[in-house]
């Protein structure tokens, strides 16, 4: 399949309709290790790169396309070498812009399952603003955010998600600046997919991402990654023994719970709304009429953006899986609508366009009145 | 009456820009080329949408230039001058040439309308307007009493004084009327009350030029002996989008434009939006990076990429060109100049944009670069540049200006089976000369250099490009020493290798000419008509004028050699003569002007000649 002959429309079926709609699905079975490429994989050694990379080279067989028909496309950072490492067709770009090359190509190529590989830095300092306009768009792409809270390939500065005071080359006496929730950031720009996952979680990773590629419209998936060389250990607390005391896994119609489980699977502290915000209740101390009840669909998303800040940058209370998922029209989608329908009503013809309004021959019979 | 034949005329129309001058000289122009005259037209707007009414700052106009000859220029001074304001007539008078007519209306010149435009004493009775004939014609009031019947309203009966003023030129040079009104019937369809006013101020107009006995003489321009064929006027903004479309259905690609608005390239992307059904996507997108972004991404998806923009945005694309360098795609990159460096004068014409086209960029990054010469030219230069884009799978920058985007002049029309074929011959089988079965991203073309294209969604040949180096062949990623130096001279060598048109020399006496005037860009038409009027005085120089500026025409060092001296004039501080330079030519006179206004032919001939007598002396 080329670029001529790619399919036309998601028709207008009633209900979300699949992000990856038109793009040919492959009969074959595939193996995880069918998207492994020729390049030797060179992060350094215990990076959480490895990790979400076999993670999706395991995932993405379920999907069930043809390799050929799957590109990513990354900016620069260490975890923007991504795409060399896959067997689909890919660009490593210049940094921050993958969004936009990717959603030109989103525009012109409907059959292809498009991804953004992009990291902290890549994505939300110098990319912010190609990011917030992609996510406000709601171009049809999947957005992998590998969150190392560090600025990796340059050595170590610090990022737009750093911790405030973090010491580095580049701040010596502490990094003066304040972070960016890439959730709540993402949420504030109409994002209509957005989800969180940590590298080690190998399943919980693998399910959003299919959730992401199968969204129609812009998905953004924040990925907690650990580098261990420049910020070794930032996720610990999420990784270590007692971690369920601060890890929240949301699931669709479920109650918003973390901790310990009891013998009847349930969490010992659950979310409750409380004055129009949100807090980690004891599950005595919680009023069941208030416990939260996830819902990724809900079109208002107000619950979500709490759900995002239910802890600062402190990690104290991380909330993982889909905060939101909710079906609006895709940009990508209604650009190629306008284009269809205007050829349906005027098809296409240059002889038309270029002989048009006000169109004389010489020699001319209005000029003989001359 | 007496009716005078007269082989050109320049009228210029002004006023406030919410006057609808660009209106009237958009008519006035329609009629010409209805009537079969050859013309040129240059509008002028200010910076400002709305600056404040009845300033300088406020003024706009449009310049017609019509003949029953070739013209080649918008016209040096206009011989009739209609100004609405005091302020219209302040901008413009000095530009009139001695003897020239120029149309006021004296109920505008009030003593608050004169303060405003800035002058101490009245024009009109200071004679300071001595050299001119000038004609007192109460438009406003003349156009409030013929609609007055109608019941409009006196802010919207006033509003019709431009086509009142249309009516008085259209019966001194009496041009065709029915043209304006069909306009006027169309363009006001749902608003036939308004429709009804203009028409009727036009007629009003008109009737005055035949009633009154204020005007001695009027004037016939006979229709222009064009050569044969299928005309159409228009801008080179619009022939240039016209030229994007015919280029996506010659390549048989799809036409992806990413851009950002600026002036004055935004009005290829309102063409351009017009044309979706081609189709022709367009995105308007958050700033030119992503704008260049997603033209690229597009390309690598096997769409023509194309992006839209002018000087500060062609800065910020740079980086991206840069990309797109390195991962040899094609890409269509337009820059409309205008007056820099920064916001500098945005709605004024420059051509200081040429060293950024060429080496804007970091690292050893050639592009191939075009200009077209004219309005109706730039609908082969987009296609030139397309058809190298695609070829030779590169970046193209097509350098048009503020002066071939607003001006326009006949386009004869092409002939639709001898556009070139530009389609893109992706790869369709794995090419490994190792037979490895896989694709190699970098094999090239033995001919061209361009490489193997294999577009997403080809079973089997799935690759990675990016920015990094690329080795030869392979594509994989590489840091060898060798193989850099190996790559940046192969991607120089591509460039240069294009294969363009040889370098046409106008030349009147070959044998004993000793100047060459070397031009690029917009100032073919002034060049041409200062060297015709020189030829004229018995003076001959010969012309030729740039269109590929990388690579430079193979003939192009035996031409300049060929003469004495050679003149290049630009509009920016010697740019081109840089460039001659670097390629050893010794032989070049540098001619410059940077006031963000097209070169006239007159002070082309003028200086030309200083330069011949300097140069002999
Ligand atoms: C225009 C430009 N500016 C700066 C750089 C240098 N640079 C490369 S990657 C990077 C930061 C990468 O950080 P992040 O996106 O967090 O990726 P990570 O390496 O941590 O995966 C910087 C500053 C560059 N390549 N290009
Ligand atoms: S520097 Fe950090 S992020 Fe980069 S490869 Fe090494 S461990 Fe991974
Ligand atoms: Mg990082």
């Given at each position: 399949?080329?670029?001529?002959?790619?399919?036309?429309?998601?028709?207008?079926?009633?209900?979300?309709?699949?992000?990856?709609?038109?793009?040919?699905?492959?009969?074959?079975?595939?193996?995880?290790?069918?998207?492994?490429?020729?390049?030797?994989?060179?992060?350094?050694?215990?990076?959480?790169?490895?990790?979400?990379?076999?993670?999706?080279?395991?995932?993405?067989?379920?999907?069930?396309?043809?390799?050929?028909?799957?590109?990513?496309?990354?900016?620069?950072?260490?975890?923007?070498?991504?795409?060399?490492?896959?067997?689909?067709?890919?660009?490593?770009?210049?940094?921050?812009?993958?969004?936009?090359?990717?959603?030109?190509?989103?525009?012109?190529?409907?059959?292809?399952?498009?991804?953004?590989?992009?990291?902290?830095?890549?994505?939300?300092?110098?990319?912010?603003?190609?990011?917030?306009?992609?996510?406000?768009?709601?171009?049809?792409?999947?957005?992998?955010?590998?969150?190392?809270?560090?600025?990796?390939?340059?050595?170590?500065?610090?990022?737009?998600?750093?911790?405030?005071?973090?010491?580095?080359?580049?701040?010596?006496?502490?990094?003066?600046?304040?972070?960016?929730?890439?959730?709540?950031?993402?949420?504030?720009?109409?994002?209509?997919?957005?989800?969180?996952?940590?590298?080690?979680?190998?399943?919980?990773?693998?399910?959003?991402?299919?959730?992401?590629?199968?969204?129609?419209?812009?998905?953004?998936?924040?990925?907690?990654?650990?580098?261990?060389?420049?910020?070794?250990?930032?996720?610990?607390?999420?990784?270590?023994?007692?971690?369920?005391?601060?890890?929240?896994?949301?699931?669709?119609?479920?109650?918003?719970?973390?901790?310990?489980?009891?013998?009847?699977?349930?969490?010992?502290?659950?979310?409750?709304?409380?004055?129009?915000?949100?807090?980690?209740?004891?599950?005595?101390?919680?009023?069941?009429?208030?416990?939260?009840?996830?819902?990724?669909?809900?079109?208002?998303?107000?619950?979500?953006?709490?759900?995002?800040?239910?802890?600062?940058?402190?990690?104290?209370?991380?909330?993982?899986?889909?905060?939101?998922?909710?079906?609006?029209?895709?940009?990508?989608?209604?650009?190629?609508?306008?284009?269809?329908n205007a050829s349906k009503a005027s098809p296409p013809d240059l002889e038309d366009l270029i002989?048009?309004?006000?169109?004389?021959?010489?020699?001319?019979?209005?000029?003989?009145?001359? | 009456?007496?009716?005078?034949?007269?082989?050109?005329?320049?009228?210029?129309?002004?006023?406030?820009?919410?006057?609808?001058?660009?209106?009237?000289?958009?008519?006035?122009?329609?009629?010409?080329?209805?009537?079969?005259?050859?013309?040129?037209?240059?509008?002028?707007?200010?910076?400002?949408?709305?600056?404040?009414?009845?300033?300088?700052?406020?003024?706009?106009?449009?310049?017609?230039?019509?003949?029953?000859?070739?013209?080649?220029?918008?016209?040096?001074?206009?011989?009739?001058?209609?100004?609405?304001?005091?302020?219209?007539?302040?901008?413009?008078?000095?530009?009139?040439?001695?003897?020239?007519?120029?149309?006021?209306?004296?109920?505008?010149?009030?003593?608050?309308?004169?303060?405003?435009?800035?002058?101490?004493?009245?024009?009109?009775?200071?004679?300071?307007?001595?050299?001119?004939?000038?004609?007192?014609?109460?438009?406003?009031?003349?156009?409030?009493?013929?609609?007055?019947?109608?019941?409009?309203?006196?802010?919207?009966?006033?509003?019709?004084?431009?086509?009142?003023?249309?009516?008085?030129?259209?019966?001194?040079?009496?041009?065709?009327?029915?043209?304006?009104?069909?306009?006027?019937?169309?363009?006001?369809?749902?608003?036939?009350?308004?429709?009804?006013?203009?028409?009727?101020?036009?007629?009003?107009?008109?009737?005055?030029?035949?009633?009154?006995?204020?005007?001695?003489?009027?004037?016939?321009?006979?229709?222009?002996?064009?050569?044969?064929?299928?005309?159409?006027?228009?801008?080179?903004?619009?022939?240039?989008?016209?030229?994007?479309?015919?280029?996506?259905?010659?390549?048989?690609?799809?036409?992806?434009?990413?851009?950002?608005?600026?002036?004055?390239?935004?009005?290829?992307?309102?063409?351009?939006?017009?044309?979706?059904?081609?189709?022709?996507?367009?995105?308007?997108?958050?700033?030119?990076?992503?704008?260049?972004?997603?033209?690229?991404?597009?390309?690598?998806?096997?769409?023509?990429?194309?992006?839209?923009?002018?000087?500060?945005?062609?800065?910020?694309?740079?980086?991206?060109?840069?990309?797109?360098?390195?991962?040899?795609?094609?890409?269509?990159?337009?820059?409309?100049?205008?007056?820099?460096?920064?916001?500098?004068?945005?709605?004024?014409?420059?051509?200081?944009?040429?060293?950024?086209?060429?080496?804007?960029?970091?690292?050893?990054?050639?592009?191939?670069?075009?200009?077209?010469?004219?309005?109706?030219?730039?609908?082969?230069?987009?296609?030139?540049?397309?058809?190298?884009?695609?070829?030779?799978?590169?970046?193209?920058?097509?350098?048009?200006?503020?002066?071939?985007?607003?001006?326009?002049?006949?386009?004869?029309?092409?002939?639709?089976?001898?556009?070139?074929?530009?389609?893109?011959?992706?790869?369709?089988?794995?090419?490994?000369?190792?037979?490895?079965?896989?694709?190699?991203?970098?094999?090239r073309d033995d001919e061209t250099l361009a490489r193997a294209w294999a577009v997403p969604g080809?079973?089997?040949?799935?690759?990675?490009?990016?920015?990094?180096?690329?080795?030869?062949?392979?594509?994989?990623?590489?840091?060898?020493?060798?193989?850099?130096?190996?790559?940046?001279?192969?991607?120089?060598?591509?460039?240069?290798?294009?294969?363009?048109?040889?370098?046409?020399?106008?030349?009147?006496?070959?044998?004993?000419?000793?100047?060459?005037?070397?031009?690029?860009?917009?100032?073919?038409?002034?060049?041409?008509?200062?060297?015709?009027?020189?030829?004229?005085?018995?003076?001959?120089?010969?012309?030729?004028?740039?269109?590929?500026?990388?690579?430079?025409?193979?003939?192009?060092?035996?031409?300049?050699?060929?003469?004495?001296?050679?003149?290049?004039?630009?509009?920016?501080?010697?740019?081109?003569a840089l460039l001659l330079r670097g390629r050893g030519a010794t032989n070049l006179i540098s001619?410059?002007?940077?006031?963000?206004?097209?070169?006239?032919?007159?002070?082309?001939?003028?200086?030309?000649?200083?330069?011949?007598?300097?140069?002999?002396?």
């Amino acid at each position: 399949m080329t670029a001529l002959d790619v399919p036309a429309q998601v028709e207008g079926e009633q209900g979300p309709v699949s992000g990856l709609a038109l793009v040919p699905r492959g009969p074959q079975e595939q193996k995880p290790a069918d998207y492994r490429s020729d390049q030797e994989v060179r992060w350094c050694p215990g990076c959480g790169d490895y990790i979400i990379l076999s993670t999706v080279q395991s995932m993405l067989p379920a999907l069930g396309l043809q390799k050929e028909n799957l590109v990513f496309v990354s900016g620069i950072g260490c975890s923007s070498r991504f795409p060399y490492y896959l067997d689909t067709y890919g660009m490593h770009s210049i940094h921050g812009r993958a969004p936009a090359i990717a959603t030109g190509l989103a525009v012109a190529r409907p059959d292809l399952s498009v991804w953004v590989i992009t990291g902290d830095g890549d994505a939300l300092s110098i990319g912010g603003n190609h990011l917030i306009h992609a996510l406000r768009r709601n171009v049809n792409i999947t957005i992998l955010l590998f969150n190392n809270r560090v600025y990796g390939l340059t050595k170590g500065q610090y990022s737009p998600t750093s911790n405030q005071g973090m010491v580095t080359k580049s701040s010596p006496l502490g990094a003066p600046d304040a972070p960016f929730n890439p959730v709540s950031l993402a949420l504030g720009a109409e994002a209509s997919f957005v989800a969180r996952a940590l590298d080690s979680d190998r399943k919980g990773l693998a399910e959003v991402l299919v959730q992401a590629a199968e969204h129609r419209g812009a998905a953004l998936v924040e990925i907690y990654q650990n580098c261990p060389i420049f910020n070794n250990g930032a996720f610990d607390i999420l990784k270590a023994p007692g971690s369920e005391r601060h890890l929240v896994k949301l699931t669709p119609g479920e109650p918003v719970g973390l901790g310990e489980l009891d013998d009847q699977g349930r969490h010992s502290h659950l979310v409750v709304r409380e004055g129009g915000r949100l807090r980690v209740a004891t599950r005595s101390e919680a009023d069941p009429g208030q416990v939260l009840i996830h819902d990724p669909g809900d079109p208002d998303p107000t619950t979500a953006f709490a759900l995002s800040r239910l802890s600062a940058q402190d990690l104290s209370h991380v909330v993982t899986g889909v905060f939101r998922a909710v079906s609006r029209p895709a940009y990508d989608d209604d650009v190629r609508r306008q284009g269809e329908n205007a050829s349906k009503a005027s098809p296409p013809d240059l002889e038309d366009l270029i002989f048009d309004g006000d169109v004389w021959s010489v020699p001319s019979p209005r000029g003989a009145r001359a | 009456m007496n009716t005078e034949q007269i082989d050109r005329i320049v009228v210029r129309f002004a006023g406030d820009s919410g006057d609808g001058m660009q209106l009237v000289g958009d008519r006035f122009t329609g009629q010409a080329a209805a009537f079969g005259n050859d013309l040129a037209t240059f509008p002028s707007y200010p910076a400002e949408i709305r600056a404040p009414q009845g300033t300088v700052h406020g003024v706009s106009s449009f310049q017609v230039h019509f003949a029953s000859s070739d013209i080649l220029t918008p016209g040096d001074a206009p011989d009739v001058l209609v100004a609405m304001n005091p302020a219209a007539l302040r901008a413009n008078a000095s530009d009139v040439s001695v003897g020239g007519v120029v149309i006021v209306d004296p109920d505008e010149f009030t003593k608050r309308n004169l303060a405003k435009a800035g002058y101490a004493s009245d024009p009109l009775s200071d004679g300071s307007l001595a050299h001119l004939t000038v004609h007192q014609v109460t438009m406003g009031a003349l156009t409030l009493g013929t609609v007055s019947e109608l019941g409009l309203g006196r802010k919207e009966a006033l509003r019709c004084r431009n086509l009142f003023a249309l009516g008085i030129l259209s019966w001194m040079y009496g041009r065709p009327t029915e043209v304006v009104e069909d306009y006027l019937r169309e363009k006001f369809a749902k608003k036939p009350l308004v429709a009804e006013a203009n028409i009727l101020a036009f007629r009003a107009g008109w009737n005055f030029g035949e009633t009154t006995e204020m005007f001695a003489v009027r004037y016939e321009v006979p229709a222009a002996a064009l050569a044969e064929g299928t005309y159409r006027h228009v801008s080179g903004n619009a022939a240039l989008a016209l030229g994007i479309v015919a280029a996506g259905w010659v390549s048989g690609m799809k036409v992806v434009l990413g851009t950002y608005p600026i002036t004055p390239a935004s009005d290829i992307l309102h063409e351009l939006a017009k044309h979706k059904n081609f189709p022709v996507l367009t995105i308007q997108a958050e700033d030119e990076i992503s704008a260049v972004g997603a033209a690229l991404g597009a390309s690598f998806g096997g769409a023509l990429g194309v992006t839209t923009t002018s000087g500060p945005g062609l800065a910020l694309k740079s980086e991206t060109i840069g990309l797109a360098v390195m991962a040899e795609l094609p890409l269509l990159v337009v820059d409309v100049q205008r007056g820099g460096p920064s916001t500098g004068l945005p709605t004024k014409t420059e051509q200081a944009d040429l060293l950024q086209a060429m080496f804007g960029r970091h690292g050893e990054s050639p592009v191939a670069v075009v200009a077209p010469s004219t309005p109706a030219d730039c609908f082969d230069a987009a296609l030139e540049a397309a058809r190298i884009a695609v070829t030779y799978r590169t970046p193209v920058i097509l350098l048009s200006d503020g002066a071939l985007a607003n001006g326009a002049e006949p386009w004869r029309l092409p002939v639709l089976n001898e556009l070139p074929d530009i389609r893109p011959d992706f790869s369709t089988e794995p090419n490994a000369p190792d037979g490895s079965g896989t694709h190699w991203p970098y094999v090239r073309d033995d001919e061209t250099l361009a490489r193997a294209w294999a577009v997403p969604g080809t079973p089997g040949l799935q690759h990675r490009i990016g920015g990094l180096e690329k080795a030869a062949d392979t594509g994989a990623i590489s840091y060898d020493p060798a193989n850099h130096e190996h790559m940046v001279r192969l991607r120089q060598q591509k460039i240069a290798g294009i294969s363009v048109a040889d370098l046409d020399v106008h030349d009147p006496s070959p044998a004993t000419t000793q100047t060459l005037i070397l031009g690029w860009g917009s100032t073919y038409g002034p060049i041409q008509e200062a060297c015709r009027r020189l030829a004229a005085r018995g003076v001959p120089v010969a012309h030729a004028h740039l269109r590929h500026l990388n690579p430079m025409p193979a003939n192009l060092d035996e031409v300049i050699a060929r003469y004495e001296r050679v003149i290049v004039p630009e509009m920016n501080l010697g740019q081109m003569a840089l460039l001659l330079r670097g390629r050893g030519a010794t032989n070049l006179i540098s001619h410059t002007q940077v006031t963000g206004q097209p070169f006239k032919a007159g002070d082309l001939e003028v200086a030309f000649l200083a330069h011949m007598e300097g140069a002999a002396a």
